[in-house]
C-alpha cells in the first residue's frame, strides 16, 4: 500500500495545522487498524523513573476499575505487556518490584501468568512524598519524622 503525504493544491500551513494528529491518528489506524493512545501523567514519569513504566502503571490503574475478579488483580502477561505499551521483559520486571504493585503468579487460561493488583494506599503516599505534599488531615510533624 502507498501512502500519499502529498499536500492538495489548496495547501495553507494553518489549515493542516490543527489537523496533523488527527491526519497521522487516521493513517496509524488505517496502517494498524486501531489508534490506540497511550497515556501517563508527568508524575508517573518522576515516580517510575521510567516512561514505559510510567505507561504500564496507567494501564494498570485503567484495567483495575475494570477487572471483575473480587480480589482486584488484573494479569498481564509479558507479552500482553509488549503489545499494550511496548514493555520490554526488563522493563516488566522492574515494574514488578514497584512497592506499590503487588503480583502473584496464578493460573490465567491455562498458564501461570502474573496478576496485577495496585497498592493504591502506599501509591497515594508516594505521590504525596514525591510531591512533598502532605495529606489532609495528617499532621506533617508525622511525616517529617518518618522521613528523618
Known sequence: MMLDFTQPESFSPNTYLKKNQK????IIKEVTGHAYILTAPQLFVDLTGDLTLAAMLSQLIYWSDRSIRPDGFVYKSAIDWKNEVGASKRSVQKFNQLPYIETKIRRANGH????????????IDQI???????K???DPLLIDERKA
Not at 491526519?23 to 487516521?26: K, Q
Open 112 to 123: 501461570p501468568t502474573t496478576h496485577y493488583k495496585v497498592r493504591f494506599d502506599v501509591l
Open 23 to 26: 491526519r497521522i491518528f487516521s
Open 128 to 134: 504525596y512524598q514525591l510531591c512533598q505534599v502532605y
Open 136 to 138: 489532609p488531615g495528617i
